[in-house]
């Protein structure tokens, strides 16, 4: 049989709801049906925050996910069971949980006791449900010698302007964890003419969020993607609000309600996302910056750019430089995250040391009638720190520091220099959108100019999708996935281009 047929069916199976018959297990002591006669597992299952011995496991009862979830005001137990096979036979490990009301009904379980390297599969059930089934994996014992490690990363999934096809060919792609880069919802209200459409307002409020994410989370290609292997997730500016900035909006902008909003954003997220319980603090904060270890192999350092840094400097747009670009005070870190960093990549004993982060390091040149212009969101505005980091890096050269970036909706592939022509010292690989921004070129004609003014560019394209990496400990080699459309479903993908990096010799080069 062909593997394409295995994976079809093993994907039909992981999308099919099935209700539980009279010989299912039942929650001992469970009072009534709670969800009336809908299905509670609208929203799908994940697993993320992988470790060697376990990973979270995470669902949500919700069975009228767009307008609130449905769910009486009262906590409701969840059956969860884990199994070492596809074949659902041999439990692993089973237990209940809570699914609280002050946390939308949402479960999050952090399951230990497993062993390193090797797949899980998982489904949760109620008196009258049971849910998608889905597949999570362990890491490699931390001083494991790995030889190989496959994971994807993705960025942007805007509903309104195009289909979830790249998610659904992720699914598909046998990686043992996916990276999210930001961008899962976006807060913006419904506009005519889209692809797709928002339901309801702007976001500001807790239940605003909710419904959000509940409408994003019931698309099957989401939930596809999402039961087919771990996902760590990391947020940019959209799971708030449009390029917000610490504790404030865009530009520093006043809203005396901003830190409420924001803490409405991180509490929604966390209720969607599968993070460790206990992460979640209440109020507007939460650190979501955390390191992963694959064996000797690689070492991830996933950031939060968001939630420390310090106002843009002279907008947050495509700009001429101005003074505040070099000011030492500003951070897109905040000092405890880069401390972290800093310290960790130099104290690093991983061969590939991977930063999962959100926007742009490389300092693009978008130069207008001879007049040098950056963009003051990216890392360009925060030039010291960028300088630190990339001083970092250059102080490790074995460290063989890559850089995944999202953001952008383009894809971008750059050898990260302190200065335009100094020495390369990293590499940096920006993943385009998996929607965001709809039906894009390959090459569109206005960039070639920025092309020829930045040499250290490798590869731009425009189209959406996805990028894969293999890493072993010879090189990290990324493959950029593209799907022909989004504004129409069943669009194909394939591969657009892939790069290299050697161990030892940082910058990418073009297979
Ligand atoms: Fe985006
Ligand atoms: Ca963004």
């Not at 070492?84 to 006791?113: F, M, N, Y």
């Not at 999202?406 to 200065?419: C, F, I």
């Amino acid at each position: 049989m062909r593997s394409s047929d295995v994976d079809r069916r093993r994907f039909l199976r992981m999308l099919s709801f099935s209700t539980l018959g009279l010989t299912a297990p039942r929650l001992a002591g469970a009072a009534g049906r709670l969800t009336g006669d809908r299905q509670p597992f609208t929203l799908g299952v994940a697993a993320g925050d992988p470790a060697p011995d376990g990973f979270v496991i995470w669902t949500r009862l919700a069975p009228d996910p767009l307008n609130g979830g449905g769910m009486p005001p009262v906590p409701a137990r969840v059956r969860w069971e884990l199994f070492a096979d596809e074949t659902l036979r041999q439990v692993v490990k089973r237990g209940t949980a809570i699914a609280s009301p002050t946390l939308a009904h949402a479960v999050h379980v952090e399951v230990t006791g497993l062993a390193p390297d090797r797949w899980y599969w998982y489904r949760f059930s109620t008196d009258d449900a049971v849910s998608a089934v889905g597949r999570g994996r362990t890491l490699p014992h931390a001083d494991a010698a790995v030889s190989r490690l496959r994971f994807a990363f993705a960025s942007c999934q805007h509903y309104e302007q195009g289909y979830f096809t790249a998610l659904r060919h992720l699914a598909r792609e046998d990686v043992a964890v996916i990276f999210h880069l930001g961008d899962y919802i976006y807060e913006s209200p419904a506009r005519d003419g889209r692809t797709r459409r928002h339901l309801g307002p702007e976001l500001f409020t807790l239940d605003d969020y909710r419904n959000r994410y509940a409408q994003y989370k019931c698309d099957p290609d989401l939930q596809a993607a999402h039961a087919a292997c771990p996902w760590v997730v990391t947020w940019d500016d959209h799971e708030v609000s449009d390029n917000y900035a610490g504790p404030t909006l865009r530009l520093g902008r006043s809203d005396e309600g901003f830190l409420r909003r924001r803490a409405a954003a991180y509490q929604a997220y966390y209720e969607h996302m599968p993070l460790r319980p206990g992460w979640l603090t209440h109020g507007p904060v939460a650190q979501l910056f955390r390191g992963f270890r694959c064996g000797a192999l690689a070492s991830f350092f996933v950031l939060d750019t968001r939630q420390y840094r310090t106002v843009q400097p002279c907008g947050d747009n495509t700009t001429w430089p101005c003074d505040g670009m070099l000011d030492p005070g500003a951070t897109m870190l905040g000092p405890a995250q880069a401390a972290w960093l800093f310290d960790g990549v130099r104290r690093s004993s991983s061969r590939w040391n991977i930063l999962p982060q959100q926007v742009m390091v490389a300092k693009v040149n978008r130069r207008q009638n001879g007049r040098d212009r950056f963009t003051m969101d990216h890392w360009a505005g925060y030039e010291t720190e960028r300088q630190r980091l990339l001083a970092c890096f250059a102080a490790r050269p074995d460290a063989n520091a890559i850089v995944l970036t999202g953001d952008l909706h383009s894809s971008w592939v750059n050898d990260l220099r302190a200065t335009a022509d100094g020495p390369t010292v990293a590499t940096e690989f920006v993943g385009t959108s998996l929607t965001s921004g709809g039906d894009g070129q390959d090459l569109p004609k206005p960039i070639e100019a920025v092309l020829a003014d930045n040499p250290f560019v490798r590869f731009y394209n425009e189209q959406r999708g996805y990028v894969v990496c293999d890493v072993s400990p010879r090189q990290l080699r990324a493959d950029y996935r593209v799907v022909e459309t989004v504004s129409r479903p069943d669009a194909p993908c394939l591969t657009r281009a892939g790069f290299i990096v050697e161990d030892g010799r940082p910058g990418a080069q073009r297979l």
